[in-house]
């Protein structure tokens, strides 16, 4: 049974940004009041996943959606992690722990976690996580199966090669990464629409950091179209695309869930005129310095010295983008109150080995101490 994706709506509900209260806690009354509104406004797609808000995610699932609504009334995936694996056996604990933690009684769609070149990818093979995948299909426990992709666009077009029973693959797509040779967007959708393989879409603000620029390049989406927000034109640049089943969103805020549902309720597809501003957009942007975090936090947990490296970006971007010398700063000082100095990075890689961006953290660690730190 192939997916139809005419059935599944555009905007998916990314349960990874979850919205917290003053005790740093997930705010479940606010993530049920958002869910409401999402499906109240005629969309119905979850994604999780097993690490997902420090493992707390799915549980939080199970509390504003599973609980709440008819099981047959929503799409809900989640994603098996290789890199928590220690052996063939943590496949079914895993799996067994998701279904426990959401209560869903299965999954609509069931992911490999970040497959990418090397050890992940490796592991999943390792551990016939593939098969293993057909097996839990055919037990009616997974409904359609597939994978989410950080890697090259050689080693997507050989796995989808190999594996023809995927069917449907999540990337990360967004105009700012559609040439970033990092990320290879553009490259990857093409393998996928050459594979006919139907695709998820992670990242099409790349984590809020299209969501705001500086004010001359915001000017530009505003000169067209006054009324929409900077991360309606991302949303909207990866829902154009043929063969796109849904554009996530990790909606932090009931003010994000509002605009995005703008944004899908009455979609409009880029014109050709909206399409010469984003190449315009990223021509302007490719020219500042910023740091292109994503703030999933990968890198977080497992950093000896506490540093919450996201945040540490957010900060040097934004002195780096709007020249704010004093708001840069206040944030970063109120930060590291109780969190790990840049300066305070001991070069250990940890970071550097899960950042699905690839990004070299160590050496802007030291350009971020540099800049942030008393001299």
């Known amino acids: 049974m192939s997916i139809d994706i005419s059935k599944m709506p555009k905007l998916g509900f990314g349960m990874m940004r979850l919205p917290q209260n003053e005790n740093k806690e997930i705010d479940l009354p606010q993530v049920c009041r958002m869910v409401d509104t999402y499906m109240k406004a005629g969309f119905n797609y979850f994604d999780t996943a097993y690490m997902y808000c420090d493992g707390r995610s799915e549980s939080v699932v199970k509390e504003a959606v599973v609980k709440r609504y008819p099981r047959e009334s929503f799409w809900l995936t989640t994603k098996l992690p290789q890199w928590m694996m220690n052996g063939i056996e943590d496949r079914d604990k895993i799996f067994n722990d998701q279904l426990e933690r959401t209560g869903a009684g299965y999954f609509d769609l069931y992911l490999l976690h970040s497959v990418e070149d090397g050890a992940n990818y490796e592991g999943y093979v390792k551990y016939d996580c593939f098969q293993w995948a057909m097996k839990k299909k055919e037990e009616g426990k997974i409904r359609h199966f597939g994978f989410s992709f950080h890697g090259t666009p050689e080693l997507l077009d050989q796995i989808l090669t190999e594996h023809p029973e995927v069917e449907i693959v999540q990337i990360q797509l967004n105009y700012i990464d559609w040439n970033n040779p990092l990320i290879q967007s553009g490259k990857l959708y093409e393998v996928l629409r050459r594979h006919n393989v139907p695709m998820l879409i992670m990242e099409p603000v790349k984590g809020g950091t299209l969501a705001q620029a ?161 001299k």
């Open 214 to 374: 500086a004010p001359e390049i915001e000017k530009l989406m505003k000169d067209v179209r006054p009324e929409s927000s900077m991360a309606s034109w991302a949303l909207r640049f990866a829902a154009s695309l043929d063969g796109v089943a849904t554009v996530l969103s990790g909606m932090s805020d009931e003010a994000q869930m509002e605009d995005n549902l703008n944004t899908f309720q009455n979609f409009e597809p880029l014109t050709e005129k909206e399409q010469e501003v984003i190449r315009e957009v990223v021509r302007a942007m490719e020219k500042m310095p910023t740091i292109p975090c994503t703030s999933c936090r990968y890198c977080v947990d497992g950093c000896p010295q506490s540093i919450q490296i996201p945040d540490v970006f957010r900060a040097l971007n934004t002195l780096r983008s709007f020249g704010e010398t004093d708001r840069a700063h206040n944030y970063y000082e109120k930060l590291v109150k109780n969190s790990g100095r840049a300066a305070d990075c001991i070069a250990c890689g940890q970071c550097e080995s899960v950042c699905p961006q690839h990004l070299p953290i160590i050496q802007l660690m030291e350009e971020a101490s540099k800049e942030l730190d008393p």
